[in-house]
């Protein structure tokens, strides 16, 4: 028996794809207890194909052919984007044959369609790639803690702003070079926007969300605040008080509804999410019978998502004629809490120009909204013009906060828009 | 359709497992795909059993029973030990029914036997829980990282050492308080010898290097040295080096062999496995794809194990009557290494009498065995009878430096056994 693989897009990933087929064909087929083997690639780019020996498999500009050709059973869409990567997959799935992606965007935005679409026809769609490259955990989410009912998860799941804020942390850089340095190193796109503006990683976060909670999580529902307001500064107070600051997805379980968001975070230094650096991702998940689980790994890269998407086709071959299972999403609806729901603690960052009494003025307010403080740090100015005043709050509502915070933009003495950060746990 | 679950031992485990069926029903029905019903319980003790609410499930003394119960379709094995369990487990998978258990001491010695008892049936034998808890460490080798040649795996996987040890390193405690700790915790046996000595570490580590490598590797074949030589001091020169302790499993795959041990060793204070703390556990995992990954959790206690038990039960519910996919073990064998042929970085505490001229016999001996030094930390004495040196070797064959120490011991300036342990990477 044979499971033939199509590879739809032959550039990084499907590259990758292609040379662990190749490398490791016989552990591949030893663990999914047939052949797996590539039969079909689609890709206009000559370069990308010149790469790889493809004698035996049939090499096509075209991937309505590659769709059609009997001889493949599973397509793998690896071209990424909204477009064409949406009208693919919806025909190989029309087509009857499972479809394995690693297009997070596309899921993001139209994931229901999608599992519709392999549902009607009895086939499988499956994305393990999508979510934190070369881990495993879309697996660990669907099947390993199965019997679970997450309480929250905190995922580090963009490479290059986990660089960026390592590079700011560990060496002090600025934003601008950390993420020069990060594009130079090939770590960062360009334009760097999907990642650093946070896009990129709510996209995960909108996957994750609705595995998580089997549920329709709308992109435009996940609240999304990227790391490029993030100062040098902020990173050297946040560490004076015991943290980093890292680019964290959020989802928990509160009141029935859900929380789904991204922004940068400050972890404590002993969590363990603080000990994830430089391009690494990482998923914190807590479920009600397990308690406290990590997985950790690479995020990206050619290889690391060719491991994910290859697992995914192994689990397609080890069913075999088995029915397809059911994919995550059903309909029950569940609110989706807005950010001025969310409860817990803040950093805030005011730039003052020290007149007397700014303090006061601040904590007053503050305190006729109920937000108190934990801490706060105050340098002697030294002559110069604008000073921060760096505060961390006690538990409060961000509703609350906003509030405060609009009357103290008022103020006199207060120099420029205060900088907010949220705190773990 | 509903899928019978069968619990033998209502005890730690399997009192988590009868708990958290009932809690979280509908959630395992939704990933399950179809009902997963508790219909029989067998357990002897009356107190096991009162804890819970069994109406409509059927409650035996008898093991036996439940095995030929026809309403039971998986039978979970939770007693523990080498002599019924083994019994009930057999006959079980010989009535054709798909067995789970957490059972490693088990797994470890008659693995090979239950895997083809399995096969010649046509069912499966599942263990998620014996290694690791609640971590799904087996899934992830199994499936998510299926297309990786697994490089090597070191393995945090024993709670009671990495609390120790952590109680060691954070609270400067001896070893002796320190298991006296754990233990008025519960976190440690009494007798505690299976954990302290690496035993419990030597059977998760069997496990997992038979499933890595997809071959038999016999119990008696893995290196095994527990923690009971470990003192305060080598933790305190450890770290002054750079290092914390932790008992790892090593699995590599080197020269065409395997590598499976249990020891004291010391990890660089950046590896993520250093971050690891107290009665967690953790796996790190190399694969030739995916690059490094981590897996971190709770590796014991009712609910954390528990979940991993569920997750067997729920991926057989899901499987439905398709057929079972083969067990990892088939006839391949592959040479295991023996100690002497390890090749790593040693660190060694020598007891001297401080007699002038110590560093210099040692050192010599050393080079003459090919043994170089990369770094020595020798304190002033203070007047002290017994002197510590300590030092760190380059890369060197075990065997060179076991046969360099041999004559070591024999020098009149060396008061005591030279404490060795190796060193990470």
Redesign the interface.
């Known amino acids: 028996m044979r499971i033939g693989v199509g590879v739809i897009g032959a550039g990084t990933v499907g590259g990758?794809v292609i040379k662990?087929l190749q490398?490791?064909h016989d552990?591949?087929a030893?663990?999914?207890?047939v052949d797996v083997a590539l039969v079909h690639v689609a890709d206009l780019r000559q370069e990308c194909l010149a790469e790889f020996d493809l004698t035996g498999v049939t090499v096509s500009g075209d991937a309505e052919a590659l769709i059609n050709d009997p001889a493949v059973d599973v397509v793998c869409e690896l071209i990424g984007g909204t477009g064409v990567a949406k009208t693919f997959i919806l025909k190989a799935l029309n087509a009857r044959k499972n479809v394995v992606t690693a297009n997070k965007m596309l899921l993001a935005k139209a994931g229901v369609e999608l599992c519709q679409a392999a549902v009607a026809n009895g086939v499988e769609l499956r994305y393990?790639a999508s979510v934190a490259g070369?881990?495993?955990i879309i697996?660990?989410l669907?099947?390993?803690?199965?019997?679970?009912?997450i309480e929250f998860v905190y995922g580090i799941l963009n490479g290059t702003c986990n660089y960026i804020l390592s590079r700011m942390t560990y060496d002090r850089l600025d934003f601008g070079v950390a993420l020069s340095q990060a594009q130079a190193l090939g770590f960062a796109e360009t334009p760097p926007d999907l990642d650093i503006e946070g896009h990129d990683t709510a996209h995960k976060c909108q996957i994750l969300a609705s595995l998580c909670y089997?549920t329709q999580v709308p992109l435009d529902s996940v609240y999304v605040e990227g790391i490029t307001k993030v100062t040098r500064d902020d990173v050297a107070y946040a560490s004076e008080m015991g943290y980093l600051i890292k680019l964290l997805a959020i989802i928990r379980a509160v009141d029935g509804g859900i929380e789904a968001r991204v922004h940068p975070t400050l972890v404590p230094k002993t969590h363990?999410l603080a000990?994830?650096r430089n391009e690494f991702n990482?998923i914190y998940v807590k479920?009600?019978?397990?308690?406290?689980?990590?997985?950790?790994?690479?995020g990206a890269?050619r290889?690391?998502t060719?491991?994910?998407v290859?697992?995914d086709i192994?689990?397609i071959a080890?069913?075999?004629?088995?029915?397809a299972?059911?994919p995550f999403v059903?309909d029950k609806p569940r609110p989706i809490r807005n950010i001025g729901q969310v409860v817990g603690r803040y950093y805030l960052r005011l730039t003052t120009n020290d007149q007397a009494g700014v303090l006061g003025k601040v904590c007053t307010i503050l305190g006729e909204h109920d937000v108190s403080i934990a801490s706060c740090i105050q340098r002697d100015p030294h002559g110069k013009e604008h000073v921060h005043v760096v505060m961390m709050t006690h538990e409060t509502a961000e509703a609350a906060l906003r509030a405060a915070l609009a009357r103290i933009e008022k103020l006199d003495c207060i120099e420029e828009p205060t900088h907010v950060l949220r705190v773990l746990g």
Do not use: C, F, W
Request: proline residues 5%; hydrophobic residues 40%.
């Open positions: 990758g662990a490398t490791n552990q591949i030893h663990k999914a207890g393990e070369g881990i495993p697996k660990a669907r099947e390993g803690l199965a019997a679970n009912r089997s363990l000990s994830v990482a479920g009600d019978v397990v308690d406290a689980t990590l997985y950790y790994g690479r890269g290889m690391p060719a491991s994910a290859l697992a192994i689990d080890k069913r075999g004629n088995a029915k299972p059911a059903y």
